[in-house]
């Protein structure tokens, strides 16, 4: 007959163990998760200076002439930091505290460039067209389908600005807006040129009621030194050069965490 | 859900990887006791054995079976072969009949009923000392018998000794993965018979005391699992079962995946209903690590695998469903273009835990690898064996709990018939 001991000591000795490989696994993803939030501020912060950038610029354009003025150069920074954003949602958390504030953060990025280049069209008759997208993160089948529609139509028309923003998202800068636009709580919502729709809204749909998006097509893109940013080169104080090319946030988004 | 998503994940792998610690630490606590013998070796003692080898339709293939057998280098006179026909259908007892006149091999005929009558005919026929089986599709080295002998005259605790099975000349990727699994296997069984865990005493070449059936019993059928079932009445009764590493039998393996899934739908489905028989033993103190370690750990993997595959189905599903919504709106699009960010690299707590799992079975096939004598620590079988075993395993799996919850049995007598096809 076999009598087996029982070795507690080995027992609690691979218990610690395996608690310390537990922890080295909680630990590295804690590290590198933190590292992320990092890069996320860091874009933040130099997407906000190229906004404060871009607004000064404005602020000093206002008496010269628009017509070297173009806005279609996208941020790619913005676009890249709302995939990130995104992603981070999906993967460290949709209710983590970095992660809220870093999409707070964004959305008023968001919100000034929106402002900023309303301004710069309005005041130089630009053909942009402005999509403000409340969408969110619950299950919401149309919120996903509404966010393929503006990623394809961003695609056939880069001058169409789409900017999204979490409906949930508690910041009042969101509040103010769905609020001086009456957004319904019912997402996915739109506010094109100022007016409001709700519910999905199909390609052809948004294509039917906006015709004069055919105006605006890729193949209509001005060539690129006709940015501001050349402009700037060109005609105001080369102490702004240095800063120039990266000032130009004609930024667009994604559509991010549907 | 997600709540209990995660608390079942971290709780199967905090589990899992508790299980490959304790056998790490098992192997470094105990590696200077694996008992690795000389090329000749000399027994103080040479007892009576009867090895049996039960067939249904083997003719292809119980030849070489027997013939490895005459070769054991082992008194013939000590060494009784029975070779018994369970029903077959083919040319197997025309085999037989030529070894007839063997001295110390006998042949029997009987009606078809299964290994287990096969093993229990023979455990009427014999009084010798030792008994074991050998499947007809397995061939032992010369030494295996002797140095199975060996362990039992160092320790008569021991009641049976089971060897190291090796995949026979791997032919196939599928094979070749299996090899790597055999390997592994090697390793885990050692550290479960240190820890007096083991819950298996597998068909080829492995031994018994005879008392163990005079005390005990004879095989039952046991689900066409009856290497199983024995070894669990024998843990419940304190026998001990030892593993002699370097006792080597190589096994043809299934080549095709439906003759995989077939011999691993009968090895789970066996496990699984073997385990509801014997539910008594689970965590009772006095069944030891049977009941505390290795049925918990069977159990723990088998659902493990199937919670990772169904997370995997999910998202499958999921990205599917997804670009189903996408083509359905906007069309196909090919404006897709890939550039690589290491911010999009996984760093979920997950994905380090799998990593530390995977260190951890890599470590165990080395340590296979390296108590077989294979010369590089690792192969590409490996390889073979993680991407085939994760996409296939689930199935029969899943398969074995269906059909366990509706007590539908794998065929042993089935199986062997594709086996031969």
Redesign the interface.
Do not use: A, L, P, R
């Given at each position: 007959m076999q009598t087996t001991k029982t070795n507690y000591a080995k027992i609690f000795f691979v218990l610690l163990i395996t608690i310390s490989l537990f922890s080295v696994a909680v630990w590295s993803s804690y590290y590198f998760n933190t590292k992320k939030m990092d890069q996320l501020k860091a874009i933040e912060d130099k997407i906000s200076l190229d906004l404060l950038s871009s607004e000064t610029q404005f602020s000093l354009l206002q008496e010269l002439s628009c017509k070297d003025i173009s806005t279609t150069i996208l941020s790619s920074e913005l676009n890249s930091l709302a995939d990130k954003i995104s992603y981070s949602e999906n993967n460290i958390g949709i209710n983590n505290a970095s992660v809220i504030n870093l999409k707070k953060s964004y959305s008023l990025l968001e919100i000034k460039d929106f402002l900023l280049m309303k301004k710069v069209t309005e005041r130089c008759g630009q053909k942009s067209i402005f999509v403000l997208y409340f969408y969110n993160n619950d299950v919401c089948d149309d919120c996903v389908k509404q966010g393929y529609v503006l990623t394809s139509l961003r695609e056939k028309y880069p001058n169409l600005r789409v900017y999204s923003f979490d409906y949930n998202l508690d910041l009042s800068a969101i509040k103010t807006m769905i609020s001086i636009y009456k957004v319904p709580s019912q997402v996915p919502a739109l506010v094109i040129n100022g007016k409001v729709y709700s519910g999905f809204q199909s390609v052809e749909d948004i294509e039917k009621t906006f015709p004069q998006l055919q105006s605006i097509k890729k193949n209509d893109l001005p060539k690129k030194d006709d940015s501001i940013s050349s402009f700037v080169k060109k005609v105001v104080s080369p102490d702004l050069k240095t800063k120039s090319e990266s000032s130009v946030s004609g930024s667009n988004t994604t559509t991010p965490a549907n | 859900m997600d709540y209990f998503y995660v608390i079942v994940f971290y709780s199967l792998a905090?589990c899992s990887?508790?299980v490959q610690?304790?056998f790490l630490?098992?192997f470094f606590?105990k590696r200077r006791s694996i008992v690795k013998h000389p090329d000749i070796l000399e027994l103080t003692r040479y007892p009576e054995i009867t090895i049996v080898i039960p067939c249904y339709n083997e003719e292809k293939t119980v030849s070489k079976t027997v013939e490895s057998l005459c070769n054991l280098d082992y008194p013939k006179d000590k060494l009784s072969i029975f070779l018994i026909d369970d029903g077959s259908t083919d040319g197997t007892w025309d085999i037989f009949k030529k070894f007839e006149n063997i001295p110390g091999i006998s042949i029997f005929k009987k009606e078809n009923g299964g290994k287990h009558t096969c093993l229990n005919l023979a455990l009427e026929k014999t009084n010798s000392e030792f008994f074991g089986c050998l499947d007809s599709d397995s061939l032992v080295h010369p030494q295996a018998l002797k140095r199975i002998v060996n362990m039992f005259n160092n320790d008569e605790?021991a009641m049976a000794i089971v060897p190291s099975i090796l995949v026979l000349n791997p032919k196939n990727i599928l094979q070749s993965a299996q090899k790597a699994e055999y390997e592994m296997a090697i390793y885990i069984k050692k550290m479960l018979g240190f820890?007096?865990g083991i819950h298996v005493t597998p068909g080829p070449l492995s031994i018994f005391r005879k008392k163990v059936f005079d005390d005990l019993g004879p095989y039952r059928k046991a689900h066409n699992t009856e290497d199983q079932e024995i070894a669990l009445r024998m843990q419940e009764?304190?026998?001990?079962i030892d593993h002699c590493p370097d006792s080597y039998v190589y096994t043809i393996t299934p080549d095709s995946f439906i003759k995989l899934y077939k011999q691993r739908l009968r090895w789970v489905y066996g496990f699984i209903k073997n385990m509801i028989d014997y539910r008594r033993l689970i965590f009772r103190?006095k069944y030891?690590?049977v009941a505390f370690f290795t049925i918990p750990s069977g159990l723990i993997s088998i659902i493990s695998v199937l919670f990772i595959f169904s997370t995997l189905l999910y998202n499958v599903y999921q990205f599917i469903y997804?670009k189903i919504?996408?083509v359905?709106?906007?069309g196909f699009?090919n404006?897709y273009s890939f550039k690589f960010?290491w911010?999009?690299f996984?760093?979920?707590?997950i994905?380090?835990?799998s990593?530390?799992l995977y260190v951890l079975l890599l470590s165990a096939m080395i340590i296979g690898r390296k108590m077989v004598n294979e010369k590089r620590a690792l192969s590409i079988n490996v390889l073979y064996f993680i991407v085939i075993y994760s996409i296939i395993a689930p199935f029969w799996l899943f398969r074995a709990i269906f059909n366990s919850i509706i007590s539908k049995e794998s065929s042993w007598t089935l199986e062997r018939l594709s086996l031969k096809k």
């Open positions: - | 905090f990887v508790y610690v304790f630490v098992t606590e605790n820890m007096g009764h304190g026998y001990k103190k030891g690590t997804n919504i996408q359905g709106v906007v699009s404006s960010d911010f999009f996984d760093t979920k707590t994905f380090f835990f990593i530390i």
